[in-house]
């Protein structure tokens, strides 16, 4: 069973910075595009950035300029370095994933439990 496990979310304040990881883990597979998504209390879930194998990026447009998202995939894992954030970057940090499961030919879309990230002063 392949799984997401996130790390590095907390309090932070405004102007300050965070860096969130997600690293996979299981058996024989591969992953394609990694992403990060939030969900605030009340709203429903948004993309934040992913990125590609290759390393082509997208992002929402209230994180240009302030997040950036990078990945390692000797080591299976994604990075979201959020700099500047704000009140409204509040929110339940979660890690995506679209994976091949070789073992079972199979492609997968996948989750991570969520990270809270608390953006006060």
């Known amino acids: 069973q392949v799984q997401l496990v996130e790390s590095g979310g907390g309090l932070v304040q405004p102007g300050g910075s965070l860096r969130l990881s997600c690293a996979a883990s299981?058996?024989?597979?591969?992953?394609?595009?990694m992403g990060w998504y939030r969900q605030a209390p009340g709203n429903e879930r948004e993309l934040v950035a992913r990125?590609?194998?290759?390393?082509?990026?997208n992002y929402a447009d209230f994180v240009k300029g302030r997040f950036t998202i990078s990945r390692d995939n000797a080591k299976s894992t994604v990075y979201l370095q959020m700099n500047d954030p704000k009140p409204e970057d509040t929110a339940l940090y979660y890690c995506?994933?679209?994976?091949?499961?070789?073992?079972?030919?199979?492609?997968?879309?996948?989750w991570g439990q969520g990270t809270l990230v608390t953006v006060s002063s």
């Open positions: 299981g058996r024989a597979f591969s992953i394609n595009e």
């Open positions: 995506n994933a679209h994976i091949f499961e070789h073992r079972f030919q199979r492609y997968r879309e996948i």
């Open positions: 990125i590609t194998s290759d390393g082509s990026t």
